[in-house]
């Protein structure tokens, strides 16, 4: 094309809701421009329904700037797309080619069950991050910055967990739709700070009953997840948690029930 | 439910238990290879046939191959268990392939391993079995010069059946009178399609272990930027490199040995 657009075939995954059978549709996107966001080549498409008066496609976003986590699809075999470290609304259609042919999923999993068409419902991250991902601070006077003497190497890769925007490409990428990824950046981005130890072992505890309890699979080391990260999460994070996991169950004194009692 | 069975059903228990069988059945498999280097020695299966009675002989030896047999049975089950609770997670397919970049390994442990269940089955009822349960295994008959350490051997039949082991002084000769296993591996390796069986499973082996090995410490919880590099170390040059090939190797070069 002379204006430098591209004009591509989209096979995309139309669901009328959790209830119903699911299947791939066939649309073309036309005239798009290489400097368009994966996002708003789908708004584009959706308007061209709209005007057809067909139903848009629908999918997750919010912020558009990579650090909401509302974001998803799996789009050739890749959630976020095929860049690495970006979310997809971050995913330029430049990564893509003229003439191309692009296969765009809901993530898949148990645990996240279809909403409508690409949006999924992550409202299971939401209950295991209650279960436990929090600290409770008493209220009074403001206590001063840096207070708490913390090392660097602790501080840097308690704030690199703390980076999870909970978006479960984790979960999409993973051969088993396990959420480790997710759990281990939510109990050690707290398990690693002075202000997360009153709670460490009664969360840990809680958070994976939790995340049992919501269906997700067992990870299997594969490294499918720290791959596909937008935010990098490593897995050692998932070793931290597993270590502060067996600690907490055959030594520690807390129990799952202390935590969810709100202490 | 008390906490240690909430324990160990939790899906890091089973995870744990995993990974602790696996790292058991691991270090069987350095004493199996050095105790089987035996088989190399030129020696008409002497070493190799008193060794094979020394370990079903030898109580606490018969105690700890009891607990492998469960472990290999527990981190079978448990694998099974946790595969459908994988596939439960997803159960809607995904339409294209996952292009994560993850090793083959990590994606087909489930198929090694049951490539490694059914060489396991095979392989010790072909041995195991035959050696403590079947009148298949032969004896053999080792006289020894104690003046000039030279060695003859011939074949044995005992009065009874029941015949296991004896060694006794006849003159300057020590005579050990054993059940000739070395025999029964010799007739298997001669076999082209038992040595191609024998020489995948232990392909099998490498490939299950370099993921294993390293995933079973994940899984403990033991990953430490100074210690992780060694595991790796050691499952890859270890375990998936000289442990397969040292067994690989029997089958081969008593193949060899037999077409001459």
């Known amino acids: 094309m002379s204006n430098g657009n591209m004009n591509l075939t989209l096979k995309v995954w139309r669901q009328k809701n959790a209830e119903t059978k699911g299947a791939f549709a066939t649309y073309k996107a036309e005239g798009i421009s290489p400097d368009m966001s994966f996002l ?174 919501e269906g997700f699979g067992n990870c299997t080391n594969t490294g499918a997840c720290e791959a596909e990260c937008p935010k990098e999460i490593k897995m050692t994070n998932i070793s931290r948690m597993n270590n502060d996991y067996f600690s907490a169950k055959l030594f520690r004194e807390e129990s799952t029930h202390e935590h969810a009692a709100g202490e | 439910m008390s906490e240690f069975k909430q324990t160990f059903n939790s899906s890091l228990g089973k995870k744990l238990i995993m990974a602790l069988t696996g790292l058991f059945l691991c270090t069987f498999l350095i004493v199996h290879l050095g105790g089987n280097l035996l088989l190399f020695r030129n020696d008409d299966g002497y070493g190799f046939n008193v060794y094979a009675n020394f370990l079903t002989h030898f109580p606490p030896i018969e105690v700890i191959a009891y607990l492998l047999y469960l472990s290999i049975l527990v981190h079978a089950i448990y694998a099974l268990v946790l595969t459908i609770k994988n596939r439960k997670a997803r159960p809607v397919a995904y339409a294209t392939v996952n292009k994560a970049p993850a090793t083959w390994s990590s994606k087909n442990m489930g198929l090694l391993g049951s490539i490694l269940f059914l060489f396991i089955v095979i392989h010790m009822s072909d041995f195991w079995f035959n050696y403590k349960y079947s009148d298949k295994i032969g004896y053999k008959e080792y006289r020894t010069n104690v003046k000039t350490d030279e060695t003859t051997a011939v074949d044995y039949v005992p009065e009874s059946p029941k015949f296991e082991k004896s060694v006794t002084t006849e003159g300057d000769y020590e005579v050990v009178r054993v059940k000739d296993l070395h025999a029964r591996v010799a007739s298997s390796f001669s076999n082209l399609i038992y040595v191609i069986f024998y020489v995948i499973a232990m392909g099998a082996v490498s490939f299950h272990l370099v993921h294993g090995f390293q995933s079973a410490f994940r899984t403990l919880g033991w990953v430490h930027r100074k210690y992780t590099p060694i595991v790796y170390f050691i499952g890859t040059w270890l375990f998936a490199v000289i442990i397969p090939l040292g067994f690989a190797a029997m089958p081969i070069v008593y193949y060899i040995q037999s077409l001459k």
């Open chain 1, 40 to 213: 708003e080549m789908l708004d584009v498409v959706n308007e061209g329904l709209i005007l057809k008066g067909d139903e848009p496609i629908n999918f997750d976003h919010d912020c558009r700037e990579g650090i909401c986590g509302m974001c998803s699809l799996y789009i050739n075999g890749h959630p976020h797309g095929p860049k690495n470290a970006i979310t997809t609304c971050q995913l330029h259609m430049r990564s893509f080619h003229d003439g191309e042919t692009i296969v765009i999923e809901p993530w898949r999993a148990a645990a996240f069950p279809v909403i409508k068409d690409l949006a999924v419902d992550r409202s299971s991250f939401d209950r295991i991050q209650q279960a436990g991902g929090f600290v409770s601070v008493n209220t009074g006077v403001t206590v001063d910055a840096n207070e708490i003497p913390i090392p660097k190497v602790i501080a840097d890769e308690a704030f690199n967990s703390a980076t999870c925007i909970g978006c479960g490409a984790c979960v999409a990428a993973c051969k088993n739709a396990s959420a480790m990824l997710f759990v281990s950046a939510k109990v050690s981005q707290l398990a690693m700070l002075p202000q997360g130890q009153p709670e460490r072992w009664s969360r840990v505890q809680a958070m994976v009953a939790q995340m049992d309890e």
